[in-house]
């Protein structure tokens, strides 16, 4: 499925109030009401069988390097379809500018805890085959997270 079509089928702005924000149930919400946030879709696509990989490599290790960079987990996802069921994962980071996002991801590349999760994690082949990044800003009718 082509980047374009997924962001089609998938309006952001039905996305992202299912993240559950709001200010009485998540810590998030000083970062969110920032107009300035930069959300960030990214789509991997995994070699065969190697989904269940990625899994468990976000769950257990990812997501909590992500945080420690500055990246907010937004909310993740794996379609529903084949053939991209089986080995597609869908999420959206948010970062304070576009020029934090280039920073968090720098250090996010260069966190020794990061390049050791992801050796023992490849010890048998690569997981992710390609990875497309697309970021975003919010529309002025998506003011249901500011």
């Not at 089928?9 to 919400?29: I, Q, W």
Request: proline letters at 5%; one cysteine or more; a positive charge.
């Amino acid at each position: 499925m082509k980047r374009r079509t997924l962001i089609q089928r998938f309006s952001v702005a039905a996305l992202l109030p299912a993240a559950n924000l709001s200010p009485a149930t998540d810590k998030r919400s000083d970062f969110v009401a920032d107009t300035d946030v930069v959300y960030e879709l990214r789509v991997y696509h995994c070699y065969e069988g190697k989904l269940p990989d990625l899994w468990k490599r976000f769950r257990e290790h990812t997501t909590t390097i992500f945080e420690k960079h500055g990246m907010k987990n937004v909310a993740y996802w794996t379609p529903m379809d084949e053939p991209q069921k089986s080995n597609t994962l869908i999420y959206i980071l948010a970062h304070p500018s576009r020029e934090a996002a280039a920073a968090n991801w720098k250090a996010f590349s260069a966190d020794p805890e990061w390049q050791s999760v992801q050796k023992a994690s490849e010890a048998n082949g690569k997981i992710v085959e390609k990875i497309d990044s697309t970021f975003m800003t919010l529309t002025d009718f998506s003011s249901s997270l500011r």
